[in-house]
């Protein structure tokens, strides 16, 4: 680790009247002590920079993007930073992060264009049972025990749907979602279906062999859904097509961020 490394590292993860907080983007970002994430972004300089950049790339001026599972906000930021007028909604039921995101987003300029949702996301609304980490692990809280780390303590969460949500917005033009919730991505999608077929939006998805055994998901229903719903599916950050699920698995070994985009929009 480089000394500068090391020292944003102190700074803002344990010096007093710094720490709790840090810049990304010209906005300023809250964090629970020792989190992931935090530690993540000043590791990376920009947190998984492929995504970031594609999301940039992919989300259109003066429409919406959803981001499901927000965690401290590192992936709706640079969104809001560098596509105008854009409008995202952040989802993030977690107890860990869900006190720093709300602080972030109300001490942010972008607060008139950023929505928060403390709701988790699946195929039906409800009453849901949450798997909460230790604080610092808070990127692997979602609604199943992976295994990944130790789960700390279960929350009682309100689950919305997508398409819940985009109704009670006006049914506004989506141009991206971004699905991060340790395996229960495939039910988020399924819960989308009336959005994705308006808005046609691209879809970046986190899709990792553990969380997906979790949930009892096997990688060919990722990929019938995306033929469902006509969709292409493409490992990032090569942009390789995924047409079966012994595709997947083998990329899967290599990457677990995919994307999903319209198939009668290529140039998207």
């Given at each position: 680790m480089t000394l500068r490394k090391r020292l944003?590292?102190?700074?803002?993860?344990?010096?007093?009247?710094?720490?709790?907080?840090?810049?990304?983007?010209?906005?300023?970002?809250?964090?629970?002590?020792?989190?992931?994430?935090?530690r993540a972004a000043c590791d990376q300089g920009i947190f998984e920079s492929d995504n970031v950049c594609l999301l940039q790339g992919l989300v259109r001026p003066v429409s919406w993007f959803f981001d499901v599972g927000t965690n401290i906000g590192l992936m709706s930021v640079?969104?809001?930073?560098?596509?105008?007028?854009?409008?995202?909604?952040?989802?993030?039921?977690?107890?860990?992060?869900?006190p720093w995101l709300r602080r972030t987003i109300e001490q942010s300029s972008f607060?008139?264009?950023w929505t928060l949702v403390p709701k988790a996301v699946g195929a039906e609304p409800g009453r849901v049972t949450f798997s909460v980490s230790e604080t610092e692990n808070s990127l692997y809280d979602g609604l199943r025990n992976t295994g990944r780390v130790s789960q700390a303590q279960t929350a009682e969460v309100e689950q919305t749907?997508?398409?819940?949500?985009?109704?009670?917005?006006?049914?506004?033009?989506?141009?991206?979602?971004?699905?991060?919730?340790?395996?229960?991505e495939l039910a988020v999608l399924q819960g989308a279906r009336e959005c994705l077929a308006t808005s046609r939006p691209a879809i970046l998805i986190e899709c990792n062999r553990q969380n997906l055994e979790a949930y009892g998901c096997a990688p060919d229903a990722?990929?019938?859904?995306?033929?469902?719903?006509?969709?292409?599916?493409?490992?990032?950050?090569?942009?390789?097509?995924?047409?079966?699920?012994?595709?997947?698995e083998l990329h899967m070994l290599f990457t677990e961020s995919f994307l999903l985009c319209p198939a009668e929009r290529p140039d998207r």
């Open positions: 944003k590292h102190w700074l803002y993860g344990s010096c007093p009247g710094l720490a709790g907080r840090f810049s990304y983007f010209g906005t300023r970002v809250y964090f629970p002590k020792g989190s992931l994430s935090f640079p969104v809001l930073r560098s596509v105008p007028d854009v409008r995202v909604v952040s989802f993030e039921p977690s107890p860990n992060t869900l607060r008139d264009r749907t997508l398409d819940a949500t985009w109704k009670e917005l006006g049914t506004p033009a989506v141009s991206m979602i971004k699905c991060d919730v340790e395996g229960g990722l990929v019938a859904f995306s033929r469902e719903v006509n969709f292409k599916l493409y490992a990032v950050p090569t942009l390789v097509e995924v047409c079966t699920a012994q595709q997947l």
